[in-house]
């Protein structure tokens, strides 16, 4: 299984045979290190990232995943430093999730890079494209928050309970809804207590 060819196919943008033979086969490695990892957070209290470290593309420092966490691949999950997601996020990752430094997700978050085929007769045919997603440094995600294919949340934002998000949203705002909107500005404190030296 050629794991560097199966990443140019799905993350082409193009449409491609999900349930092709070795593509479902990398999704199922996925999903059973999903659950040996899950088992150990649950049953022992140990969040093994050296399971996760293996299956995703990149792995920071100071990274904690909550149970019942699962993805489509993980090869194609970047993570950076000081990242906690809360509990059952799940990253369909067929295209590149690049997740900054600083990031807070909440519970029951969904990042999904995937998209059926609009045509029924492609769906039937099991047709799926995707496009990648982008989480810059200090975002904030609230709980049940769904991003679609193609976004990127700009450093700093926050995106309210419950959204999804199927545009851009800017640097420096607070959003939400559905289909999420941009609120307001965020009103950075003048407290230098938390600020970098």
């Known amino acids: 299984m050629d794991i560097e060819k199966i990443k ?18 990398l999704r199922a490695h ?22 996760l470290k293996d299956l995703f593309a990149e792995v920071g420092e100071n990274v904690y995943i909550e149970s ?7 090869f194609n999950i970047f993570i950076g430093n000081n990242v906690y997601i809360n509990h ?3 990253i369909l990752d067929c295209n590149e999730v690049k997740i900054g430094n600083e990031v807070y ?10 998209n059926h085929a609009e045509d029924p007769y492609e769906r039937a045919e099991k047709g ?9 440094d200090h975002v904030w995600l609230g709980g049940d928050v769904k991003i679609t294919q193609g976004v990127s949340i700009g450093k700093n934002s926050i995106i309210g309970a419950g959204s999804v998000v199927t545009k851009d949203i ?28």
């Open 30 to 51: 996925a999903i059973s290190m999903s659950r040996k990892y899950n088992h150990k957070v649950n049953t022992n209290d140990e969040y093994d990232m050296s399971i």
């Open 8 to 25: 140019q196919i799905i993350n082409s943008g193009e449409m491609y045979d999900d349930a092709a033979e070795d593509i479902s086969a």
């Open 68 to 74: 019942n966490f699962r993805c489509e691949f993980g």
């Open 170 to 197: 800017p640097p420096n705002f607070i959003a939400a809804g559905n289909p999420c909107k941009v609120i307001r500005p965020i009103r950075f404190s003048d407290n230098p207590w938390r600020r970098p030296k």
């Open 128 to 136: 799926v494209y995707s496009a990648p997603i982008i989480l810059e």
């Open 105 to 114: 997700i909440g519970p029951r978050a969904g990042l999904y890079a995937a």
């Open 88 to 90: 059952d996020m799940i």
